[in-house]
C-alpha cells in the first residue's frame, strides 16, 4: 500500500511541474517564440495591455498580436527600437529584441 501512495506522489508531482510549463513550448527561427494561447480575443486597442506593459525609460509605440504572442515595440529616448514577445496569459517576458536603429 505505501508503494502505491509513492506513486501516486510521484504521478502528483509529475503532473503538477507539465501543467506549470509556459505556453511558449516553440520557438520559430530568429528565436521568435510562438505561443500556444490565442490573442484573437484580445483588445489590444482600448490601452490596457499598453499601461501594462510599459517600461520607464521607454515609449511604447505598439501593441499587437504576433505567433500567438503579445508584440510589444519599445523606443527608449536615443531612438533604439526594441521589440518584446509577451505570453497572453501571463504577460510574461519571453523574448527582446533589439533592433538598434533610429527608425523613424
Known sequence: ??????????TTALLGT????????ATTPGNV???ASSTSQKDFSD?????LLQKKGFDLETVQSFN???QVTYRDGSGHVS??????DSLQLLETTN???NLG
Open 83 to 88: 521589440i518584446a514577445y509577451y505570453d497572453p
Open 18 to 25: 507539465a501543467m506549470a510549463t509556459p505556453v511558449f513550448a
Open 47 to 51: 490601452g490596457t495591455y499598453a499601461n
Open 1 to 10: 500500500m505505501n508503494r502505491y501512495s509513492v506513486a501516486a506522489l510521484l
Open 68 to 70: 500567438g504572442c503579445v
Open 99 to 101: 533592433v538598434h536603429s
Open 33 to 35: 517564440p510562438f505561443c
